[in-house]
């Protein structure tokens, strides 16, 4: 992130939350810059799940936005105006540009939470090619209030059952190593990891950096999955 962004958005969280919160959140941005590069990829074999939703407690309910005309005004500010509300909007139009989805999970009516995914390609430059059957799931986010009740899990659980309906082959996700609030949300999902991987951006292009496959399930520890799920996605140039 440019310094400049990093500013403006500071500035933007200031006005909604006061200079105390800004200063714990200026301090944890700088530790994210500082490790923004340190990635756990997660996989998910789509063709190994039940191809149906999973079933929704009744005060829950998913929707997927395609595009702005589907997105309706309420949902639209609750979207923009936690954070930056310029940043969210370009955010928002670029990505349906890009033909990704928005997926929104409420609760009694509420905006809970959401999560954007996108086929065939990558919203930004990633660490392996897309095939036209894989999915990349980026920028998810629970509302605090909404937290501790499984929200991330139906959500995720749900659209990885809805993409294998449709025939989608697989998933991929990534979380920076420093965030562990979002490597334990991921645990409780059917992605098992991939790999730790650092990127980097010289003159314009990107180099990927893999660490050992063990790294990636050490700080994933508790999953059961087999390694050969890496060497197989590897092979075939993904």
């Not at 500082?34 to 997660?42: A, E, G, I």
């Not at 965030?179 to 990927?208: D, E, W």
Request: aromatic fraction near 12%; charge should be positive.
């Amino acid at each position: 992130m440019a310094i400049s962004d990093f500013i403006s958005r500071l500035a933007a969280y200031y006005k909604l939350h006061g200079l105390g919160p800004t200063i714990r959140r200026a301090g944890v941005g700088v530790r994210r810059a500082l490790n923004s590069n340190r990635m756990l990829v997660f996989y998910c074999d789509l063709t190994k799940l039940k191809a149906s939703p999973a079933s929704l407690p009744s005060p829950l309910k998913i929707e997927r936005v395609r595009g702005h005309q589907e997105l309706g005004q309420q949902d639209l500010e609750g979207l923009t105006n936690f954070w930056n509300p310029e940043q969210a909007h370009r955010n928002i139009k670029e990505r349906f540009e890009s033909h990704a989805s928005l997926w929104l999970i409420k609760s009694e009516g509420q905006l809970a939470g959401y999560s954007w995914t996108i086929q065939g390609r990558t919203i930004a430059p990633y660490y392996f090619p897309m095939g036209q059957d894989d999915v990349q799931f980026f920028d998810w986010f629970v509302f605090p209030r909404f937290r501790g009740r499984a929200i991330h899990w139906f959500l995720i659980t749900h659209i990885l059952r809805g993409l294998a309906a449709e025939g989608v082959s697989r998933a991929f996700g990534d979380v920076a190593l420093w965030n562990q609030a979002s490597l334990s949300s991921y645990k409780m999902t059917p992605f098992c990891p991939l790999g730790c991987v650092r990127a980097f951006r010289v003159f314009g292009h990107t180099i990927v950096i893999w660490a050992e496959t063990e790294t990636g399930e050490q700080i994933f520890k508790g999953s059961e999955r087999k390694a050969n799920t890496v060497t197989s996605a590897r092979a075939n140039g993904d």
